[in-house]
């Protein structure tokens, strides 16, 4: 039973360096979601996608980019890493208004530093 | 912009006392969620309101939506050292969901 599933776990990336944090539901979610979180803080909303095809930007989008490869997987991406970029990424997925009330189910997250 | 400010940020007490958690906000949100994190994991849902002025019980835990549906507020009664934990609420609205600041939880044995 996997649920939300990260990818990688852990990264340490050089300034200007680009990746792409994966993710992928096997739930049947309409909407999935990223999020970062900073030591001791909330979560912050950077890029969500309410279903299949369409991607809007949250609270904190500068410096990403997302895909909605397909209604599985949504990637985020990060074409040139700074320092601020340092945080804990979340990925999670809903059934909205769905019939769990909205339950967003989380991945185990994924770590990066930025040096 | 939607914010959703808690309080206290930082909570530390004994065993068996009683605690209350509060979410407020200057937006209206469809529904209100109480999330649980433990370190190195994702939140986990607690409960969801929808109903301004609903009050739902979840052993010694009990939540409420405001009436105006802008504000929640988290109380734990005889707190044990097993609800230590980051504690978030999260407003949705519109398939966004706007988490806040969150609380710290330490309960002392």
């Known amino acids: 039973n996997a649920g939300v599933t990260q990818t990688p776990k852990f990264q340490v990336l050089k300034t200007g360096q680009s990746m792409t944090l994966q993710c992928a539901q096997d739930m049947n979610h309409n909407s999935m979601y990223w999020y970062r979180q900073d030591p001791g803080m909330g979560l912050r909303l950077i890029y969500y996608?309410?279903?299949?095809?369409?991607?809007d930007k949250g609270e904190v989008p500068n410096g990403y980019n997302v895909s909605r490869l397909n209604k599985r997987e949504f990637s985020l991406r990060l074409e040139s890493a700074a320092p601020s970029q340092t945080s804990v990424y979340f990925c999670?997925?809903?059934?909205?208004?769905?019939?769990?009330?909205?339950?967003?189910?989380f991945g185990e997250g994924s770590r990066l530093t930025v040096l | 912009t939607q914010l959703l400010e808690q309080s206290p940020q930082f909570l530390s007490i004994q065993e068996g006392e009683n605690l209350t958690v509060y979410c407020n906000s200057s937006s209206v949100f469809s529904s209100l969620q109480w999330y649980r994190q433990e370190p190195g994991e994702g939140p986990v849902l607690l409960v969801t309101v929808v109903t301004g002025g609903e009050v739902k019980k979840l052993k010694r835990l009990t939540f409420q939506f405001g009436d105006a549906r802008k504000d929640s507020s988290l109380h734990i009664t005889a707190a044990q050292p097993g609800d230590t934990g980051l504690y978030l609420c999260a407003g949705a609205a519109t398939y966004k969901y706007i988490f806040g600041t969150g609380t710290r939880l330490k309960v002392l044995a």
């Open positions: 999670a997925s809903t059934d909205w208004p769905g019939k769990n009330t909205g339950e967003l189910f």
């Open positions: 996608s309410a279903s299949e095809g369409t991607t």
